[in-house]
Structures are given as structure tokens and as C-alpha cells.
């Protein structure tokens, strides 16, 4: 079973509390067995795959079969074409280099509905959406990308696995994939 879940803002990737005050995915009544792919942390919004097969955990999240994840990330300022292309060389964020990304400004800006609680909005620095693309996950990398170009997220959604997409699946809800679109997460980068 292959099951694709919009997780909102301040739900944890994980089924036990372990003493916090967030949401976990023991919440939204998921069949018996199954166990996230991957993470999104309680900041971060939007497409985590779970499944009760233990096979494909590694085949959509090992970085050697370079499965794209796609990210929307609301970040302060428009960036310029030159802290983009910083992105897209790879950006040294803690200990680490990241590898090539492929990043851009999203125009028109998508209608995405609000977020509770909201972000915080500054009077006088506007925000601006853009998409990211990743072949690897590190821990809040898609922040500690931005911030390294000075452009700090104020939201960010996972929008996309390989192929798969999010879609108009509202936040809180999951579904089961098809077999044609498990075979589009499967098979494609």
C-alpha cells in the first residue's frame, strides 16, 4: 500500500508524541502498519509518502536513485537571478556542500490558502514564492538553503515527489495511489 498525505503545518513526520505538543500522523486515522517516507518537519507543509512495503522506502528516498523533490518556498524578497544561480551551483549550508539544485522564480505566484497560524508578514519586505528542486533531504535544507542566499522561508510545501504530485489534495487528507501513479513515483526521476 502506497498512501500519498498532504501534511499540515505543526504535524510531526512520526506517529509517537515523544512529549511534544505538535500533532503526530497517529492523528489522521492511517491504516495499521504503515510508516512515513521520508520527513517534512512540523514547519513544513505538503506531499509525505507512507507505505506498509519495505522496499520502497529505499528506492524513493536514496539519493542514488535521484527521485526529485519539489518544493514551493515562500521566502522574504524577491531573490535575483544571481542568489538563484547560488542555488542552483549548490550552496554550503553547516558542515555541508549541497549538491546542484534547480531553482526559479514562480510566476504567476500560486494561490495558495492561507496558513494557520499565518507567517509573519513584514510592511515594508515583501515575500516572494519560488520552487526548488532537490535530489537529497537533509534536515530543514531547504531553509538553511535560503537563508544562505538571504532570503530566509517564511513557508515552504513539498509540492512534488519524482512525478507524483500533490495535486488538489487538501492539508489533513490522504489518499491511496493507483497503480498507474505508483508506477509514475516508481519509475521516473
Given amino acids: 500500500m502506497l498512501l500519498a498525505f498532504h501534511k499540515p503545518y505543526g504535524c510531526l513526520s512520526q506517529f509517537t508524541k515523544d512529549g511534544s505538543k505538535h500533532k503526530t500522523l497517529a492523528d489522521f486515522q492511517f491504516p495499521p502498519h504503515v510508516y512515513p517516507i521520508g520527513r517534512l518537519d512540523a514547519d513544513s507543509e505538503g506531499l509525505l509518502l507512507l507505505t506498509d512495503e519495505r522496499g520502497v522506502q ?11 523533490r519539489c518544493y514551493w518556498a515562500q521566502v522574504e524578497r524577491i531573490p535575483s537571478e544571481n542568489s538563484l544561480e547560488k542555488l542552483r551551483e549548490g550552496v554550503s549550508i553547516q558542515d555541508y556542500q549541497t549538491r546542484p539544485a534547480r531553482a526559479w522564480l514562480l510566476d504567476p505566484q500560486p494561490q495558495v490558502p492561507p496558513r494557520i497560524p499565518p507567517i509573519r508578514v513584514r510592511k515594508n519586505i515583501p515575500d516572494y514564492w519560488i520552487t526548488l528542486e532537490l535530489t537529497e533531504g537533509k534536515n530543514r535544507q531547504v531553509r538553511h538553503m535560503t537563508a544562505a542566499i538571504g532570503h530566509p522561508t517564511l513557508r515552504l510545501l513539498r509540492v512534488s515527489i519524482g512525478q507524483f504530485q500533490l495535486g488538489d489534495l487538501a492539508p489533513g487528507r490522504w489518499r491511496a495511489l493507483s497503480q498507474e501513479e505508483r508506477a509514475i513515483l516508481e519509475n521516473q526521476k
Fill in 58 to 68: 529505499e528506492k524513493l528516498m536514496n539519493p542514488k536513485y535521484a527521485h526529485r
